[in-house]
């Protein structure tokens, strides 16, 4: 097996595959050292009882909106139910209905999905600064309860509570009924969003009781998170629910369009053999059934469609336009924004077994003469110096897809709030021989100090102790800043200025971390009036 092969394997092993956490040595750890009746908290539904991990208070697995099935299936999330006593919160729940192939989460799965987690150092009554993480995985798989997104770590370091959830995936979550025959309002849009949504109204009512504070919520989240995130931005819904946003490698140009989304959804009800007209038939399909349709629904997208994810949809509703007019202070608030990209994001999804992207300059220029100019295509191609090389495509795939499109966001949000850009550009020998490099995703563990973890473990292989601890402090700190403060540097020097047109300042996270003013600026200046998407 080649080095690349070999490599891909284990990383999307370690990137999918985590569902609820392999933390067990800890679990429970300093049980014996603090009063267990400190983790009961009452909830404005109830009282929860929580445990101790890594010297961290926990509750896991706590419910913030009902079982979306049954009636409720392809609704908007209600709330829960008040109850008395006391309820557990010490497991993590199950995870949303996903894929169960190569690329699916492990794990017990339900509809009654609808949970989040708290990592909190006490349940005090401090106001600590709230970090809300929103996981990634193309709106199809992944939960809040994956190693990836182990909270206890970042939580001591930053003296901070860490909030992961999960929320409707796939068809569950991404379907778009507005136009659907027979609909009678029992059919409801962008669900996973809606999802999101309402476990930011549960944080608001609840996040003081466990040592957190309401007004001092920051969003983040990683691809489709990060996407989620930048949606978030862009809708009404969520004004006033956070104050702060980090967006890592979410593209925002995936937004399906009404047709699109309509489109999508009438094939999937093709492939359950259920008319438009009769739509409440799938409110009792199996979600097995359900399940089995999505994969032959994703074969398609991948192989006829431009659409290789689902995404939320602009329904008029949640999103009235696209990302990029809808992010105005009027709608999403004056929040400070954090953005970024990984220097190598499309090295994986090149590859032959996911077959998502363009993998030779021939089918990249296929792609560019369906969707630009002759003119605007050359320009491009000509400000890559290793193209046609697959290392080219590759490159311009990262720029067009994350890279370009996370850069004229921030250009058009930095007009009215603070932006700071980033991009990690962290690699190894072994990552650098195998083609990936810092592919999408690497900066997760760092994000989170989880060396521990699966993914941590493998970066051990590649790179030494200290030099991932000290990148991940670095990364870290920053993120915890930016909670805290509104500002990656916190307290201390400006080093990191705010992004604008005008003033490129863009934190370069490598071993030795710098700020470098417009990284790569021939080939960003190339894209510029560029329409693609």
Known sequence: MKLRTHLLYVILLLLNFSSVSSFAANKDNNANQSDSSSLIVQTKQGKVRGTFDNDMAVWRGIRYAKAPA??????????????????????????APQSESNLGTKGAQSEDCLLLN??????????????????????EIGSGSSDLYYGANLAKKGDVVVVTINYRLGPLGFLYFKNAGNNNHQFENNLGIRDQIAALQWVKENIAAFGGDPAQVTIFGESAGGTSVQTLLATRVAQGLFKGAISESGPPAILWSPEIGEKITNKYCSILRINPDSLQLLKNVPVDT???????????????????????????DILTG?????????????????????????????????????????ELEKYFDAVTTKEEKEKVLAAYSNYPRKSGVTDILTDAIFRVPAIRLAECRSTYSSVYMYRFEWT?????????????????????????GKLGGFLKVIATQKLIARLSGEMQQAWINFARYGNPNGTGAETWKPYSAADRSTMIFNKKSHVVQDPNGTQRAAWQGVKYY
């Not at 049954?70 to 995870?95: C, I, M, S, Y």
Request: with cysteine; glycine share 10%.
């Open 70 to 95: 049954g009636d409720l299936r392809f609704r908007v999330p209600q709330p829960v139910e008040n109850w008395t006593g006391v309820k557990d919160a010490v497991a993590f729940g199950p995870v």
């Open 118 to 139: 708290i990592w909190s150092p006490a349940a005090d009554g401090k106001k600590r600064p709230v970090m809300f993480w929103i996981h990634g995985g193309g709106f």
């Open 290 to 316: 359900l399940k089995e349709a999505q994969e032959i629904l994703r074969k398609y997208m991948v192989a006829e469609t431009n659409e290789k994810v689902f995404s939320p949809t602009i329904d008029g």
């Open 322 to 362: 696209d990302i990029f007019k809808c992010m105005k202070p009027e709608i999403g608030g004056k929040v400070a924004l954090m953005i970024g990209t990984n220097m190598n994001e499309s090295t994986m999804f090149a590859s032959k077994r996911l077959k998502m992207a363009p993998r030779t300059s021939k």
């Open 428 to 452: 190894s020998f072994a990552l650098n021989v195998s083609g990936l490099k810092s592919f999408h995703g690497l900066e997760i563990p760092f994000v989170f100090g989880n060396e521990q």
